[in-house]
């Protein structure tokens, strides 16, 4: 069971040398946590393993994201994007996610493995505002319903960008900042 956590405003940032990296079963369990990971969200291994992926999930997340990513995961495509994380203590901090199915030698969907890395204040200033209208869309839908019609609005947003997809359009913003 998810605990209750009160978020508050107090950010913790990665280093731009960290990674974290987290396995999970097919279901989204923790199987591995790194110790960067432990050490920005504040939980023990302990309290991690065997525990949904979504203990982490901030509630200034748009579901619809979070709805994209299970599709294209399930697809058996990676996927990339944009995540601010809730830590143990209320806080939080920012990531730029890569999430791809993990398979075993039968080609049988095991889990799934996840890099992510500081992402770009610069990527974070233009996904934000989508977020938030995402969540406000959310808010004024029928629970069944808010996911699905918040991902019309992202993907009128990638439409509108020019990019062919979300994954292709968060790459770009995280490229953009770190080749400059």
């Not at 107090?10 to 280093?15: F, G, N, P, V, W």
């Not at 960290?18 to 989204?28: E, L, R």
């Not at 369990?29 to 432990?38: C, G, L, P």
């Not at 993907?155 to 062919?164: L, S």
């Amino acid at each position: 069971m998810k605990p209750e956590i009160t978020p508050n405003n107090t950010e913790k940032k990665l280093a731009d040398e960290d990674f974290i990296v987290s396995k999970t079963d097919a279901s989204g369990r923790i199987t591995y946590a790194n110790r960067i990971f432990m050490e920005i969200a504040g939980y023990p291994e302990h309290e991690l393993l065997g525990v949904q992926h979504n203990v982490i999930r901030h509630p200034d997340m748009p579901r619809g994201v979070f709805r994209f990513m299970w599709n294209t995961l399930k697809s058996g495509e990676e996927f990339f994007g944009f995540a601010k994380n809730l830590c143990a203590d209320g806080g939080f901090y920012w990531v730029f996610a890569n999430i791809t199915p993990d398979y075993d030698k039968d080609g049988n969907l095991q889990g799934y493995y996840s890099v992510r890395r500081n992402p770009p204040r610069s990527a974070l200033d233009v996904i934000t505002p989508v977020y938030n209208q995402m969540l406000a869309i959310e808010k004024q839908s029928a629970v069944k319903d808010a996911p699905d019609k918040s991902l019309s609005y992202l993907f009128d947003v990638v439409q509108q960008t020019g990019a062919k997809t979300y994954n292709s359009l968060v790459l770009q913003l995280y490229k953009s900042e770190v080749t400059k």
